[in-house]
């Protein structure tokens, strides 16, 4: 069964970077599609960025909030998926899981994936 582990969460000021990872294990995670996914206090889980699986190509779709500034892309000889995010603001401040499923294609909707991380958080802040 997949396992999925993220890292890379932390505090940064605006404008600064960080790089996430999600790390699977148990599967081999191109096969499937991954997203990322964050949620803040009192606010709804929202998708923010998703990469296909291999065999389509690994194609990439963004939420408009993080277009431009987050990068998805996949590490296949590390069985990871990492999330660049650049020019940081307060508002990206949340915890981020990442989610796989072998069905999916491209999506940001959180129901479609079976397979999630513990979440690790990000706070931007100055």
């Known amino acids: 069964q997949l396992q999925l582990v993220e890292s890379g969460g932390g505090l940064v000021q605006p404008g600064g970077s960080l790089r996430l990872s999600c790390a699977a294990s148990g599967s081999t995670l191109d096969y499937y599609a991954t997203g990322w996914f964050r949620q803040a206090p009192g606010k709804e889980r929202e998708g923010v960025a998703c990469i296909s699986s291999e065999d389509t190509d690994d194609g990439t779709y963004y939420a408009d909030s993080v277009k431009g500034r987050f990068t998805i892309s996949r590490d296949d000889a590390n069985n990871t998926v990492y999330l660049q995010m650049n020019s940081l603001k307060p508002e990206d401040t949340a915890v981020y899981f990442c989610?796989?499923?072998?069905?999916?294609?491209?999506?940001?909707?959180?129901?479609?994936?079976?397979?999630w991380g513990q979440g690790t958080q990000v706070t931007v802040s100055s």
């Open positions: 989610a796989a499923d072998p069905r999916v294609d491209l999506s940001l909707q959180s129901w479609e994936y079976d397979y």
